[in-house]
């Protein structure tokens, strides 16, 4: 009885090979036989296509990836996939959420950082490195600071009794820093703004030798007021 078996299941495997059916064995103990004369695939979900399907004689089932060139498959269901659009070069991929499609987002610029308000982009290092470029302010009757353009800045005296005007966009907590050099005459003053406090110390007096550069130091203790200290004479 186990020999009838065995060449029973021998010459269902070479019927398979040569027929593409499959020899159905009886069940331990059971009886009865029968053929497999159609094979299907099927794919439930999206992203893969099934075509050939069903073979009934011979043929071959393909499946076939659909998606988008560029995206990226995600699950648009529990139990559904979809493909995203085409995410953009070089850019940061975020998750859409339950249900939705990922989508890139573009990196902060030095600007976005210096701003400080934008709660979606990525920091990179050149944005952080670029936020602390020094801006170049320009000498005027009252010489104006916007901070959002650069937390450090650099300023050459080439006149006498200007006022450094109360800075705009001020970020509490944040750090700047102010060079003040003199041109290749010396002796230039100017005046500041009470958003300037410098403690007890009281308003400094610059360094007035010719082409020397004193550093202002200032911590935002408000947006309206900068405590601040300086290092003279490099």
């Known amino acids: 009885m186990k020999l009838t078996r065995l060449l029973g299941t021998v ?9 593409a059916q499959a020899q159905v064995l009886p069940p331990s103990g059971g009886g009865g036989s029968g053929t497999v004369t ?5 794919f439930t979900g999206g992203l893969i296509s099934v075509a050939g399907s069903p073979v009934t004689t011979s043929g071959t089932l393909a499946l076939t990836v659909v998606g988008t ?41 030095a600007a976005d950082v210096q701003i400080g308000t934008d709660a979606t982009k990525p920091v990179t290092s050149s944005a ?9 302010l320009t ?31 001020i970020v509490a907590g ?4 102010l060079l003040l050099s003199q041109d290749a005459t010396g002796s230039r003053t100017v005046s500041w703004a ?23 130091s200032c911590v935002a203790s408000s947006t309206t007021n900068l405590d601040c200290v300086i290092n003279k004479g490099f």
């Open 11 to 19: 010459a269902a495997l070479a019927l398979l090979s040569a027929s």
């Open 69 to 109: 060139s560029g995206g990226v498959p995600y699950f648009s269901s529990t139990s559904g996939w979809a493909s995203s659009a085409a995410l953009a070069n070089g850019q940061f991929v975020v998750g859409g959420g339950a249900g939705a499609s990922p989508t890139t987002v573009v990196a902060a610029a």
């Open 38 to 42: 159609s094979v299907g695939q099927t």
């Open 139 to 169: 000498l005027a009757t009252t010489v104006a600071w916007n901070m959002q353009l650069g937390w450090n800045a650099a300023l050459t005296l080439t006149a006498s009794g200007d006022t450094i005007a109360a800075p705009t966009n």
């Open 128 to 136: 952080l490195s670029g936020a602390a470029a020094f801006q170049t």
């Open 174 to 177: 944040q750090t700047y820093t």
């Open 194 to 216: 009470s958003a300037f406090d410098w403690g007890a110390a009281g308003t400094p007096t610059l360094t007035t030798t010719a082409s020397k550069t004193d550093m202002i």
